[in-house]
């Protein structure tokens, strides 16, 4: 019998002759989900014996990994913004730049308006409705997708996170007039498929072969659903309130131009770890109208 920490060095070493960058973290990960252990137990129990099942288990998520599908899938769960997250095939994996669409709602709305009314559109897993909903705990959500099997895994990570009294999913194309009766929102967030057609088949095949590419095409020149979201959905948004797009690289001074020709009283960007321009903000005239 082998110890837990022989299979997770086994599995470290395959891994990083395969040339993946976090090799440490996905061999713990895979270990530790075949396991049934979160990654702290598996730490403490490293010098533990395990069983023929365990190893098996391990040998047949490696394959999988090598094969190119993404740890994500294999384990059906990620972590975003500190939160679990169910994670399958029908929805894009949560990314860490995403996080800072998160970050730029809690900074214009903690200490102005903490029980504001948010509309999180191209919800996919409901990564972002869920930490938003976790960290401004007196506002209210409601997150929207084209995709029912999408809204599906969206409503687990609800429950999952304990939101579903703040949370309410619906089905809805962002590329079309908004459903009746959905009512105002202080802020519209949203992380809308932005790759250009023509650049899906030159992606990592990972993201190419695995994820949805529904999810990542945004039309000939990636701008599709800014397009949309501005030209349909803009109108939900109440006086003073915010828009915030995630944008592709080299995508955000396109999408300010487009806000301000939309009618908002200014636009503004913020940058990720990489010095990318991620976040495109746009503000709403503080008139008590609507957008016009």
Excluded at 22 to 36: C, D, F, K, M, P
């Amino acid at each position: 019998m082998k110890t837990y920490n022989d299979i997770y060095m086994t599995a470290r070493t395959i891994v990083r002759q395969h040339g993946v960058e976090s090799y440490n973290l996905e061999a713990r990960i895979l270990v530790a989900q075949a396991a049934g252990k979160s990654i702290p137990d598996l730490l403490r129990d490293l010098k533990l014996y395990t069983t023929d099942t365990v190893e098996n288990r391990v040998a047949d998520y490696l394959d999988r990994r090598l094969n190119g599908e993404p740890v994500a899938y294999i384990t059906g769960t990620w972590e975003f913004y500190g939160l679990p997250m169910v994670v399958t095939p029908d929805v894009l994996i949560p990314r860490m730049d995403t996080e800072l669409l998160v970050d730029t709602a809690k900074e214009l709305l903690i200490g102005r308006n903490m029980n504001a009314r948010i509309l999180d559109l191209c919800c996919g897993s409901g990564c972002i409705a869920c930490a938003l909903g976790h960290e401004l705990p007196a506002t209210k959500l409601v997150a929207v997708d084209i995709s029912a099997r999408a809204l599906e895994v969206c409503r687990s990570n609800v429950a999952l996170n304990r939101l579903s009294s703040r949370v309410l999913c619906m089905q809805a194309d962002a590329a079309a007039s908004p459903p009746l009766g959905i009512g105002q929102f202080d802020m519209i967030v949203s992380n809308p498929p932005y790759i250009p057609a023509g650049d899906i088949l030159s992606l990592d095949a990972s993201v190419r072969d695995y994820e949805p590419i529904w999810a990542l095409s945004g039309g000939e020149d990636g701008l599709k659903f800014y397009k949309s979201i501005l030209k349909y959905w803009k109108s939900l948004l109440r006086g003073g309130g915010h828009l915030l797009f995630e944008v592709g690289e080299g995508q955000a001074e396109a999408v300010k131009d487009m806000m301000l020709a939309a009618g908002f009283a200014a636009a503004d960007t913020r940058k990720d770890t990489l010095g990318v321009e991620r976040v495109v903000i746009g503000k709403a005239y503080d008139n008590g109208t609507e957008l016009y």
